[in-house]
């Protein structure tokens, strides 16, 4: 409803749900382009389908949930 008085939006949900989302803000109208990020782990098929979607007005950014060293366990 608030999409046009934003300039970032994060998605920090699963990949089935950043594409529901994507789905849905797809037919809004916006003067000024949307910046989104994603911190799913899976890139090419969502980015594919918010370029597909979007037609320019969004900016879509995919990151990557990874933190920390590349090392497993504790030590």
Not at 3 to 14: F, K, Q, S
């Amino acid at each position: 409803d608030r999409i046009e008085e934003i300039d970032l939006l994060i998605l920090a949900v699963p990949i089935s749900a950043i594409l529901e989302i994507g789905e849905k803000i797809a037919p809004l109208q916006r003067e000024k382009k949307l910046l989104v990020i994603d911190i799913g782990s899976v890139k090419a098929p969502v980015a594919e389908k918010f370029e597909e979607w979007t037609r320019g007005w969004i900016e879509f950014l995919p990151t990557h949930p990874m933190a920390g060293k590349e090392k497993r366990g504790s030590g």
